[in-house]
């Protein structure tokens, strides 16, 4: 079974893949991972990764499709979670050719429904929680950071929810719900 996530950040889409990694024996493709990988793999796609990181600049969608090519080549366990990909209408595109050209199909998309405000509560909630366990809050975890990149899902992921809705793919939870009926509301879907 292969499934996207999507929302915005901060909606629980890497909390909610970490359990059906766990429960599914799914992989979770999560491109920020991939990519932190591939730079120190040492692999052709590796080395490609690197030089385009190690410059500051952002890797082309031609550079994650081929990470993903190579995920989708190796063992497939419970099938794969689209973690943070696609995120444009040509991503989606790219990939939906690329599942077909490996004999791959997509199950569901999942958007996790969330209201703004909320989130930002949710977002600066995790940062001082991780503060006062000793940790330290992620960078981009306060209200500015988490605004400039609500910003840009709204103009640049939020389409796909319309792409998927008219191919039919497409089913709403409310990611607001508690981690364990967000899970359940996944398990539906996914029967």
Known sequence: MNIILLGPPGAGKGTQ???????RDMIQLSTGDMLRAAKTSGTEMGKKVAAVMDRGELVTDEIVI?????????????????DGFPRTLAQADALAALLEECGETLD???????????????IVGRAKEAVAAGGTARADDNEESLKVRLMA???QTSPLIGYYHAKGDLSSIDGLASMDEVEASIAGVLG
């Open 66 to 82: 081929g990470l993903i090519r190579e995920q989708l080549e190796g063992d497939k366990k419970g099938g794969f979670i689209f």
């Open 108 to 122: 569901a998309v999942i958007e996790m429904q969330v209201d703004d405000e909320v989130l930002v509560d949710r």
């Open 17 to 23: 893949a970490g359990r059906l990694v766990e429960k």
């Open 153 to 155: 899902y709204y103009k």
